[in-house]
């Protein structure tokens, strides 16, 4: 099978952590996430965590050079030989373009990148609701997708929490930054024609019913090109 290397572009709160889990156990590819990378680098207090966290805390993007090494390191490894699942990066024009730039060295392009489209009202709802387990991230909502003990993670019992970027004054910075810095981004992606956009206000099966679909499509495209 031709490799697919992915990427899920969206707002805050849009879903991709939601449906980067289900691909990455439908797909079996390595899934980096840049959100879950940088929360346990300031949970570890490394270097890189210390530099990411007054930019976390406040909205803001970490700034592109801290972040684009991170992902080309995953993108040259082993593990992602036959592809790989971004969400999250690239963020920005300049990420775009470094990203494009390690692809072309390594004789690879993207396959496809799933814009999961939802209103900025639809963010607010979700982040609001929004819990998160302390000790691997996985994700509830407390309307929209209840574990089955309050504050409790289904999946291994970990405390749930509210993340600090997820309080409201912080929720309207990150859309602002979103469609400031990261919106551009559809245009970049649907000239290339890799955007593929998914509607993203249905529940969460629906949606990722849209992205199996979407995957299949750009599978027989590219076994045309073949
Ligand atoms: P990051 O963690 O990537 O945050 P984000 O993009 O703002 O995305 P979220 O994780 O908040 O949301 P999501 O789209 O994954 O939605 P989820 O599935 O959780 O980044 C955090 C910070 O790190 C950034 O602000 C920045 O500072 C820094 N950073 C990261 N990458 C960077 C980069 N490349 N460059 C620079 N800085 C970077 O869903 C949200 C909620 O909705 C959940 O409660 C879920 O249960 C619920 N939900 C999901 N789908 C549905 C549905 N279909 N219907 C109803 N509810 C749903």
Redesign the pocket.
């Known amino acids: 099978m031709p490799e697919q290397n992915l990427v899920l572009l969206?707002p805050?709160?849009?879903?991709?952590?939601?449906q980067g889990e289900r691909l990455n156990e439908d797909l079996r590819l390595p899934y980096y996430?840049?959100?879950?990378i940088?929360r346990a680098a300031v949970r570890d207090e490394t270097e890189l965590g210390r530099s990411a966290k007054e930019?976390?805390d406040r909205?803001?993007?970490?700034p592109d050079e801290v972040?684009v090494g991170v992902i080309a390191d995953r993108i040259d490894s082993n593990e992602a030989r036959d592809g790989f699942i971004l969400?999250?990066?690239?963020?920005t024009t300049p990420?775009a373009e470094a990203l494009d730039a390690k692809l072309n060295d390594l004789g690879r392009a993207l396959s496809g990148v799933l814009l999961i489209d939802v209103s900025d009202e639809e963010v607010i709802r979700?982040?609001g609701?929004?819990r998160t387990c302390e000790a691997n991230g996985h994700?509830?909502?407390v309307e929209?997708?209840p574990p089955q003990e309050d504050g409790v993670c289904d999946i291994d019992g970990s405390p749930l929490i509210v993340r600090d970027?997820d309080k409201p004054e912080v929720i309207r910075k990150?859309l602002e930054t979103y469609h400031e810095k990261t919106e551009p981004l559809v245009s970049y992606y649907d000239e290339r024609s890799v955007l593929r956009r998914i509607a993203?206000e249905?529940?969460?099966d629906e949606?990722a019913e849209q992205v199996r679909r979407t995957l299949a499509t750009l599978r027989m495209e590219q076994d045309e090109t073949v």
């Open positions: 969206g805050p709160g849009s879903g991709k952590g939601t996430a840049t959100g879950d940088l930019y976390m909205g803001d993007l970490v972040i969400d999250g990066f690239p963020r990420q979700r982040l609701g929004r994700v509830f909502h929209f997708e970027d990150r993203g249905a529940v969460p949606v």
